[in-house]
């Protein structure tokens, strides 16, 4: 409980010094399909499209938090509910973070946050059979026969929690992330989950407004990360970060600097002392897209020399099928693909379907 506390003092007293101004923007009409409510769905259309929707009905909004509440103009969506006519945008931020005041869809409406995905191939060319770290009682003492190839798949979604914590400015958002690698064709061990990996955290989003060489900074965020694997000594692996996230765009282009601290353990709990050296203390992640394809990089490296220098990157490749459907391939290089194996270096290449991109 002592770190959520040290979390909101910290993120209170460097985002409050953060001003900006709001930008008065509609959302991308792509953003608008991940929106569960469909009363609220279409109202992010008519705005991103400029459309004029009928008079308001009292028509009622289903969405898994909000059951049989009428619609009506929350702060900030005044314009959305009234149509007025604006121009498509191109912020990406903006329609999936609710940014600027006319994007605001008030709270507990779930939203995508990482891409949702499956992968029926999932292939490494460095199989770690017998995970170690230099915790005592972390060492894996026998093989544990594992396939290089098995199944992937991610789920990952958001809610606003809190919309205006101080005042008109700051969002306060819970996210939820969960990857699981299943040896599904590993017959001879009885096709268990190998690894899979929670990821809860918080996040206070702000929208900014500023020009770095040609990009528009428009979100700087702080949080409170926590993910572990769940799992029992000797395979138990976890921690604990406080993470900036400054965001920048520019048509068709997301980047994302990810900064992160750990948050110490004492050494009798701590399942992987050595972990930022090798899952690194900061990432870069950077979405392009183009003609229906989303591609995305994300590069992350301990930030040492010598020795104590690792890193990762991951490159994805979306693409349109079928409707929402999309297909999509994942290639990763380095240290880290999961917490299991923070410290294992391999290649690994995945193949399936996504239903939820980046942006």
């Known amino acids: 409980m002592k770190y959520w506390v040290i979390a909101a003092t910290v993120a209170t007293t460097a985002i409050w010094a953060a001003g900006a101004s709001a930008q008065q923007a509609p959302p991308n009409p792509k953003a608008c ?16 499209l400029g459309r004029t929707p009928p008079p308001e009905t009292g028509e009622h909004e289903h969405s898994l938090f909000n059951i049989d ?3 009506r103009a ?13 121009a498509p945008s191109t912020s990406l931020l ?72 101080f005042g008109n400015r700051g969002d306060l958002w819970f996210g939820y992330t ?12 009885s096709r268990p989950f190998r690894e899979t990996n929670y990821e809860p955290e918080a996040m206070l989003v702000f929208d900014t407004d500023y020009d770095v060489l040609g990009w528009k ?11 572990s694997n769940g799992r029992s000594n000797p395979l138990s692996r976890s ?50 897209e183009a003609g229906g394809n989303e591609f995305s990089l994300l590069l992350r490296h301990s930030l040492r020399n010598g020795e104590r220098s690792h890193g990762a990157m991951r490159f994805t490749w979306a693409f349109p099928i079928h409707a929402k459907l999309r297909g999509y391939v994942q290639l990763f290089r380095g240290y880290g693909e999961s917490l299991i194996d923070y410290n294992h270096r391999a290649t690994y290449v995945g193949m399936g379907v996504s239903l939820l991109g980046w942006y």
């Open 33 to 48: 399909t991940s929106i569960t409510s469909d009363a609220l769905r279409l109202a992010c259309y008519d705005r991103a």
């Open 69 to 71: 509440k009428p619609v």
């Open 74 to 86: 929350r702060s900030g969506t005044a314009n959305a509910v009234a149509g007025v006519s604006r």
């Open 94 to 165: 903006d329609s999936r973070w609710e940014l600027s005041p006319d994007s605001k869809l008030g709270t507990f409406n779930v939203r995508g946050y990482k891409p949702v995905y499956l992968l029926p191939v999932f292939y490494t060319t460095n199989v770690n059979n017998t995970p170690h770290s230099p915790s005592p009682d972390h060492t894996a003492g026998a093989s544990q026969k594992l396939d290089k190839l098995e199944a992937m798949f991610q789920i990952s979604f958001k809610t606003k929690v809190w919309q205006g914590v």
């Open 178 to 189: 969960q990857t699981s690698h299943w040896q599904v064709y590993n017959g001879g061990i």
């Open 217 to 227: 900074g428009r979100l700087l965020g702080i949080g409170v990360n926590h993910q």
């Open 239 to 288: 921690w604990n970060r406080i993470i900036a996230d400054i965001g920048f765009e520019r048509p068709g282009w997301t980047i994302m600097f990810r900064p992160w601290i750990r948050i110490n353990e004492t050494r009798r709990h701590d399942d992987n002392p050595d972990i930022e050296d090798y899952m690194g203390r900061g990432s870069v992640q950077i979405v392009h």
